[in-house]
Nanobody, 123 residues
């Protein structure tokens, strides 16, 4: 019954911005770790950023200060503000939830996944 739905993807040119959002529904306990992951064709999912219920965050190095993860627990929403996008950011971006334990940036530790939203950045 747990469902995660992403939105906000699209096509932009280099230097552009997008804000992704994720709504999490169907669960009684909201204090889960949430994260954004991405995958390119032929590749594997990699972490982008992770945020705990209380706001503790993890960012991957390739973000280089360009992305900001946030969440609104009252709305069961998570966001990823992406600025100064680059062609190498082109990927399918996934929202994921980790049921218990400490937050991690390992995709295999996450229990629920959205269907993904495509981000395409052209030069």
């Amino acid at each position: 019954q747990v469902r995660l739905v992403e939105s906000g993807g699209g096509s932009v040119t280099s230097g552009g911005s997008l804000e992704l959002s994720c709504v999490v529904s169907g669960y009684p306990y909201s204090r889960w770790c949430l994260g954004w992951f991405r995958r390119v064709p032929g590749g594997q999912r990699e972490a982008v950023s992770v945020i705990s219920y209380r706001g503790l965050t993890i960012y991957q190095g390739f973000v280089k200060g360009r992305f900001t993860i946030s969440r609104d627990n009252a709305k069961n929403m998570m966001y990823l503000q992406m600025n100064n996008l680059k062609p190498e950011d082109t990927a399918m971006y996934y929202c994921a939830a980790k049921v218990d334990g400490l937050c991690s940036d390992s995709s295999w530790s996450y229990n629920y996944w959205g269907q993904g939203t495509q981000v395409t950045v052209s030069s």
